[in-house]
C-alpha cells in the first residue's frame, strides 16, 4: 500500500497545541488526518454514536445529544479522522476515529479519560511525553486490513511528530460476561501483564480478575481469535495490560487498560519513510 502525504496540518483546534496536525496520509481513496474544523470532530462523535449506541447497544447518558457520543474530553483532545473520499469530502466521507490525548491536553480537563477506570499512577509518574488513546471505531464496511494499517500509520506519525515515548488507553472486548471472556482475559494476564513500573491497576470497587482459568489449559489460537484487531496490533508493538479488567454496563464492553513503550511504532515510521530519529 502506497502512502502520500498531501498537504501541511494547521493544527487540530482540540489540544490547542500549534501544528498537531500532519496534513493526510493517502492510501489510494483513503486518508488519514487529525481533524482540523468543527464539522469533523461532530463526523466523528456521529460515527461513535453509530456504532457504540446503535450497533453495540451502548446505553446514552442523560444530556446526551442523540446521533452525537460526545464528551468533555472531546474538547481537549486531537481526532483522527479516516476519510473515504469515493463517499465524499464532507462528514459521510468519515469512516474511522481515533481520539488522542496528550499530558498536557489532559491536564486542561484535570485527568485523562481512563483514570475513571484504572490508578494511572505508573503512567503519570512516567517523565516523558505520554498519549493516550481511546473511542476508536470504524464503519461496518471499512473494516479491512487496509483500513486498519492506515490508521496505525496515523497514529505512528502522530506518535512521531510529537515525540510520545508512551501510549495507553482502555480498549474493550465485546460483552460484559466476563466468564465467556475467560480465555482472552486470561490469555493477557498471563502473558502480557506490564512490568510494576508501567501497570496501570483498575480501581478499587471496579476491579475484576483477569485470570479465570488456568493459563496451562489456554487455547492460543482460540484466545488470539477472540481479541479485537486493535488489542493484537498492540500486542504486536509490545503492548502490556495493566492488573484487572472493568466492565463497562454503559457501553456494553469489559476494558483492559493498555500501555505501549512507542520503541516499535516509530522505528516502523522510520523505515517506512527511510528516516532517521533526528531527522525533521
Not at 493544527?11 to 469533523?40: K, Q
Not at 483522527?80 to 491536553?105: K, M, N, S
Not at 502473558?191 to 483498575?202: D, F, G, I, Q, V
Not at 495493566?242 to 469489559?254: I, R, S
Request: some cysteine; charged content about 25%; hydrophobic content about 40%.
Amino acid at each position: 500500500m502506497s502512502v502520500a502525504v498531501r498537504g501541511a496540518g494547521r493544527g487540530s483546534s482540540g489540544s490547542g497545541a500549534t501544528g498537531a496536525g500532519f496534513g493526510e496520509l493517502r492510501a489510494g481513496e483513503l486518508g488519514v488526518r487529525i481533524a482540523e474544523r468543527d464539522w469533523e470532530v461532530r463526523a466523528a462523535q456521529a460515527l461513535r454514536w453509530q456504532i457504540f449506541y446503535e450497533e453495540m447497544g451502548a446505553k446514552p447518558q442523560p444530556g446526551m445529544t442523540p446521533g452525537r457520543d460526545a464528551d468533555a474530553f472531546d474538547e481537549v483532545a486531537d481526532h483522527l479522522l479516516v476519510v473515504d473520499h469515493r463517499l465524499g469530502d464532507g462528514p459521510e466521507g468519515v469512516v474511522g476515529t481515533y481520539r488522542l490525548i496528550r499530558r498536557e491536553a489532559a491536564a486542561r480537563i484535570g485527568r485523562f479519560y481512563s483514570a475513571d477506570e484504572y490508578d494511572l499512577s505508573p503512567i503519570l509518574n512516567w517523565p516523558g511525553p505520554v498519549l493516550e488513546l481511546g473511542r476508536s471505531c470504524v464503519g461496518a464496511d471499512h473494516r479491512t486490513r487496509g483500513t486498519l494499517q492506515l490508521l496505525w500509520r496515523g497514529i505512528a506519525t502522530y506518535v512521531f511528530r510529537h515525540r510520545i515515548d508512551l501510549m495507553f488507553g482502555c480498549a474493550s472486548l465485546p460483552g460484559t460476561d466476563l466468564d465467556a471472556l475467560a480465555e482472552p482475559l486470561t490469555f493477557l494476564a498471563s502473558r502480557h501483564l506490564a512490568p510494576p513500573e508501567l501497570c496501570p491497576r483498575a480501581l478499587p470497587g471496579r476491579y475484576e480478575q483477569m485470570r479465570r482459568m488456568d493459563p496451562a489449559a489456554l487455547d492460543i489460537r482460540t484466545a488470539l481469535n477472540e481479541l479485537p484487531p486493535l488489542v493484537k496490533g498492540y500486542l504486536r508493538l509490545g503492548g502490556y495490560v495493566g492488573e484487572g479488567a472493568v466492565v463497562d454496563h454503559q457501553f456494553n464492553t469489559t476494558d483492559v487498560c493498555i500501555v505501549v513503550k512507542t520503541d516499535q511504532v516509530t522505528e516502523k515510521y522510520y523505515r517506512h519513510y527511510e528516516l532517521k530519529p533526528n531527522d525533521e
